[in-house]
């Protein structure tokens, strides 16, 4: 038998009501959850003072605005919408998302999101969300042809929560973030894989290099590729997307990545990384990504594939702004 939480123990024997958390968490239906925590939090909503109240506001991370300019952060969304490749689809989210999006799909702890009391949860990480979206479209195109190779190509700018405390900086406790999603269909000897790495990486480079038409220096610019697949996949990743990258964007390094740790166990197949030295000489990662298993399992078959790829808007526009 699992332990139980010390803190969980004293909640019960202080409430007066032994296995509290067990009725919530799994007696009770979710509709019939929703309406007691909706009346729970509405009467305390009612006993709130405006002096609490902005007490809150004063001190609370999650609720303070966002550090960068809002005109700042709608020109770089438009210059990164105007340069996704063909085929992609700019998308606004919804602000939550269903619960147990990061946990079911990403397995990312519960406690790193906003839960809502609506059996919603506050969007953590907007390419979780993407892929939800990939995985609806890409189960009817499977409807209709139950080989569909056709790729569904999703971006989004989207402001994120995520609860554990941050410091430094670069760091936000909420910050926007620039997704893309490519979902399809296992195309035979890593086609989809490496047309679409290729693509996304040819997509951030660009974007990066043309930062500088909105007063951005980014210089330094380092490209990591890691092969999670033991090296079977090196020869095509060295030869077919590292060096196209290099030709076209000679000032950027382009190598593999095999050190990396980071994300081993959350990608699989390959993941890469875009790095940016800072004016104080610090090497600012702005860029992850790399391929997933989200949409097999939400689809249901093991011949989806889907790349995921995220930007920084906040960390790029705070690090290398013209002072």
Known sequence: MASRDPLIERIERQAGVPGLLDVLAARLPPTDLQSLLLEAFRRRAAAVAPARLLDQYGRDRFVAPAGAAPAAMAELDLLAFSLLPDGFEAVELSPVCPLGTNSAIATVDQNKVVTTARNTEVVADATNVLALECAVRRRDLLRRDARSAERVKLASSHRVVRTPPVSGAGAYQHFRLLGLVTAGRDEGSYRFEIA?????????????????????????????????????????????????????????????????????????SACFGIFAMTPSGEELNLVDGGFTEWTRTLVGSAKERLLIGGLGTERLLGAFAAR
């Open 196 to 268: 679409t790495l290729l693509e996304q990486l040819t997509f951030f480079l660009a974007l990066l290099r043309d930062a500088g038409r909105l007063g951005l220096t980014v210089a330094g610019v380092r490209v990591g590729v890691t092969d999670l697949e033991k090296g079977r996949r090196t020869p095509a990743l060295e030869a077919e997307v590292l060096g196209p990258l290099a030709e076209r964007f000679p000032d950027a390094r382009c190598a593999l990545d095999p050190g990396r740790m980071s994300g081993r166990g959350y990608y699989a």
